[in-house]
């Protein structure tokens, strides 16, 4: 699978970002996309054929395997970094109206159209509000799945054609427990940073705003 879109993406929004904002591209970029190209998708490659049971019944280990694991631990990581960082579209496609509307009306008509006021912040309080929350959907999709978020070593499954419960073994399931982990964390450090930006903008353009009323009611 090929990331460079992604890269490009966070790339074009650390430049309309506030400082929160950027130390949150950064963790996207180097704890979450380059760990998952770089070590994460080769631990859980050969999941399935290395995913073992104490019998040879066809068809038994291909349903015990999609019963513990529905979906990919890894591909559903490559989805939840897809779809957090998508919000950020938001943002560029702002800017990019801005930068449009004064080539066409050929005047400048913002002081710097990537500047977060206006119409630009509702935009990027949106893309954190979004963030946010598909962050927590999928850390509580990851928990749902699979039953917490931790890896057995061994499962007993008694699924047909399975003729009794036999006994399944998970490969490398230290390994994918340490990536498990690490992957919520970050997660969750991601959390805290979009909602300390988020209160960090509210609260910046709350005095703003109540300053300016102060100036013009003492004018």
Sequence with gaps: MSWAFLRDLLSGVNKYSTGIGRIWVAIVFMFRLLVY????????????????????????????????????HIRLWALQLIMVSTPSLLVVFHVAYRENREK????????????????????????????TGLEIVFLVLFYKLYNGFKIPRLVKCDIKPCPSTVDCYISKPTE???FLYFLVATSCLCIVLNLSELSYLIFKYSIKCYLKRYVKNQQ
């Design 37 to 72: 190209v770089a070590a994460a998708e080769n631990i859980w490659k050969d999941e399935h054929d290395e995913f073992e049971c104490n019998i040879k019944q066809p068809g038994c280990e291909n349903v015990c395997f999609d019963h513990f694991f529905p979906v990919s």
């Design 104 to 131: 066409h009306h050929n005047q400048k008509l913002y002081r710097n159209p990537g500047e977060i006021d206006g119409g630009l912040l509702c935009t990027y309080l949106i893309s954190l509000i979004l963030k």
């Design 176 to 178: 994918k427990m340490i």
